[in-house]
């Protein structure tokens, strides 16, 4: 089996049906960018891999097993192989930068102080900010405390990194910088990256393989060269970020 597939995943809000009978699998390795407009159920896909929401109609696999059927106490040790980056980083405002790093080895391993400093370190200096421990979030940049949160989302070691629109609220410089933490994490670490984002730049720089959303379905799957060239139109309108005479109808 491949490492994470979902088949003919359903899921519907009311009468909104945001996933309509979709299939995906992903390899072990592999870093997979998630294209689609606001709404088109990019971050619920995310969710539903890691357990978070349960299809309506369908299954979840992860490593062999069905996780769309386990409780939420089956759910712990595998959502602990996952690492999230959410999408405004999501950090503790009461807690240190060291302190929000830490957070999860505390809460899910037995290791002692020593080594969780050890660790925290380590990963900090991973994200390029071995000395902003001490400091508080509110201190930080923007692109600061996204770093900080990645540096988090891989305190335990994922062999998974969720990522939900990781350039979100950041300038062109501050996303490259994270765009070149993703493939030095890909490389470094040798994880599966999942990337939900709608910033088409990020998307070719850090995808080997890019699938996109529209009402629902997948309408292509491919390495991103094919979703450079591709003909179909609501894809090109996508990448070139050109809006249609419906959508500019409403400015009427």
Known sequence: MSLIELHHVSKRFGPLVVLNDLSL???AGQSLVILGASGSGKSVLLKHIVGLLRPDRGEVWFDGTRIDTLSERQLMPLRRRFGFLFQMGALFDSLTVRENVAFPLREHTQKGSEEIGRLVKQKLAMVGLPD?????????????????????????????????????????????????????????????????THDMQSAFKVADRMVMLHEGKLIIDGPPAAIRNSDDPIV?????????????????
């Open 25 to 27: 699998n992903i390899e």
């Open 132 to 196: 902003a421990g001490p400091k508080m979030p509110g201190e930080l940049s923007g692109g600061q405390r996204k770093r900080v949160a990645l540096a988090r989302a891989i305190a335990l070691g994922p062999e998974v990194i969720l990522y939900d629109e990781p350039t979100t609220g950041l300038d062109p410089i501050r996303s490259d910088v994270i765009n070149e933490l993703i493939l030095k994490l890909q490389r470094e670490l040798n994880v599966t990256s999942i990337v939900v």
């Open 236 to 252: 090109r309108r996508f990448v070139a970020g050109e809006a249609n005479e419906q959508e500019l109808a409403s400015l009427e």
